[in-house]
């Protein structure tokens, strides 16, 4: 048991509790009558938080800014313990306690349920995301579960890409493609946060908030490397394009170009330079290609932010 409990803390998430969640939750709990309520609410909200700030960083959209979630007179089926991951479901926190071995899941079953996301707080400072179940697990109706039969955090991403990359297919598949786009091999930058990749971009960076993949480009008779990193703020995608030779200099008079609007941004080589870098900002969903050109000779690569 040790030794899977070892593995499962290796791969566990510990992140801050600030001071604005402790206020929240604080606010939140005093809604309640008794004080074994109050505790156990205060601890189940800044589970919630915790865990909502960790998959915004990932990427996912969450809603949690519901005027009724916050108001205990409009859920009293529920003390809000769940994760709303927009567009995939719920996700039920359980706060565990550190050297607790195991835990009783809670049997109330919400519509949409993905899972069960285990939280540990030590104190008010630092919670750890521990590890995940899947709403299928054999022994959710069971009504004690082993540490040690949690999937780890690593999992939990496995576990919700191919689902994130259902929705937002689903969300493509509603709105039509421009023609030009429609006829092309089209990059969805968005998977690469959810750590699904084209077979040919090879991941070479990951990290909480940023993904960036590259892929070799052959124009002209040469060889390039076109690589984009990819992070999400609030609303926004944000893209940043570099290209580069594979084994020399980028060649003079080559071009870069992107779409800007209703015109055309294009960086030219004029001078000696080993890369080319064009920061971008763009909404979800949008559409836009990256073009290397030398002389009559270009390539085109498309993408969906």
């Known amino acids: 048991m040790t030794d899977k409990l070892d593995v499962l803390r290796e791969l566990a998430i510990p992140l801050p509790i600030p001071i604005s969640f402790r206020q929240q939750a604080e606010t939140y709990a005093s809604q309640y ?43 009293l ?25 195991s835990i009783v899941l809670p049997q109330d079953s919400l519509s949409e349920k993905l899972g069960y996301l285990f939280v540990e707080i030590e104190n008010e400072n630092t919670a750890t995301l521990l590890g995940f179940l899947p ?22 991403i496995d576990y919700l890409a191919p689902l994130e990359a259902s929705s937002l297919t689903d969300i493509i598949e509603t709105n039509d493609l421009t023609q030009e786009f429609a006829d092309k091999k089209i990059t969805y930058l968005r998977n690469w946060l959810n750590s699904i990749y084209e077979a040919d971009w090879q991941p070479s960076m990951r990290d909480l908030k940023t993904a960036t993949c590259k892929k070799k480009l052959e124009l002209a008779g040469q060889v390039f490397e076109m690589q984009l990193s990819v992070s999400q703020n609030d609303e926004v995608i944000l893209v940043r394009v570099i290209v580069q030779g594979a084994s020399a200099s980028l060649p003079k008079g ?31 969903g949008e559409e836009f290609w990256v073009e290397l050109r030398i002389g009559q000779n270009f390539i085109r690569e498309y993408f969906v932010a």
């Not at 909200?45 to 990427?59: D, E, I, P, S």
């Not at 567009?87 to 359980?94: F, K, W």
């Open 33 to 75: 009558f008794t004080q074994d309520a109050q505790a156990r609410v205060y601890f189940n909200t800044l589970a919630v938080l915790v865990g909502n700030a960790y998959f915004r960083m990932l990427g996912f959209e969450t809603n949690l800014a519901k005027l009724e979630r916050w108001n205990a007179a409009h859920r």
């Open 77 to 101: 089926w529920s003390e809000a313990n769940e994760i709303e991951l927009s567009g995939l479901g719920y996700l039920e926190c359980c706060v565990i306690l550190p050297e607790q071995l």
């Open 135 to 156: 709403a299928s697990y054999s022994k959710a109706t069971d009504s004690e579960v082993l540490l040690t039969d949690l999937l780890s955090m690593d999992d939990i």
């Open 254 to 284: 080559m071009q870069v170009s992107v779409p800007d609007e209703s015109e055309i941004y294009t960086e030219t080589v004029n001078d000696v330079a080993d890369l080319i870098s064009i920061p971008l900002e763009l909404s979800k």
